[in-house]
């Protein structure tokens, strides 16, 4: 287990994931020039593209040890996924309004926000060096959550393994993908029950 607690393991991980986001994103974008110009599809390579670049860099400053301390890695990563519903809830506005209509997308522009928002005041809350109530149920709310991703993750890998699958490049996100994110979320999930962070969020 402590392969994958280890810090630089989550980094390496973090890392991939930037660069497999970055190649689907560049995929799309591709994508949006074959047969003419998609401008909507355009947008949302550009909000995938700077995702897939911030998880990069997050990577590889976890890797580098540049984000020293468990709780702040943690904390990042929670912020990332805020910043991420907020990055796709405008870049794919436009997409979404050609696709299911202006109702759909203005509804699912200010849903995505608006969790976007609620995902940042929770990360700021984690390491802001104070104890409390909220502390412990945001503790029990990311385990919960991360337990979940680590079984869908597993899920997915099963799945690999039973299907029929052509050898392209997708291949590399269907295989590579659930089996980085399964390392990152079984990496957050022994954060969360790291002594120190578990101080730090009253528990």
Do not use: H
Request: glycine letters at 10%; aromatic letters at 8%; proline letters at 1%.
């Amino acid at each position: 287990m402590s392969f994958l607690s280890d810090t630089k393991t989550a980094g390496w991980a973090l890392l991939i994931l930037g660069i497999i986001n970055l190649i689907g994103a560049l995929a799309v974008l591709v994508g949006a020039f074959d047969g003419g110009i998609v401008v909507s599809e355009i947008v949302v390579a550009i909000g995938a593209i700077i995702m897939a670049v911030l998880y990069f860099r997050f990577g590889v400053s976890v890797k580098n040890g540049d984000i020293p301390k468990k709780i702040d890695i943690l904390a990042y990563f929670v912020r990332l996924a805020g910043i991420g519903s907020i990055v796709s809830a405008i870049f794919n506005f436009w997409n979404n309004w050609e696709v299911s209509g202006g109702v759909t997308a203005i509804v699912s522009l200010i849903i995505g926000i608006i969790v976007g928002l609620i995902i940042l005041a929770i990360s700021a809350r984690i390491n802001d060096g104070k104890q409390d109530t909220l502390d412990k149920i945001i503790w029990i709310i990311l385990v919960i959550l991360f337990i979940l991703e680590i079984i869908g993750d597993v899920m997915g890998i099963i799945g690999i393994f039973t299907a029929s699958l052509s050898l392209d490049l997708s291949i590399l996100t269907i295989v590579v993908l659930p089996i980085v994110n399964l390392i990152i979320a079984i990496f957050m999930i022994c954060l969360l029950f790291d002594s120190d962070v578990k101080r730090e969020m009253n528990m």
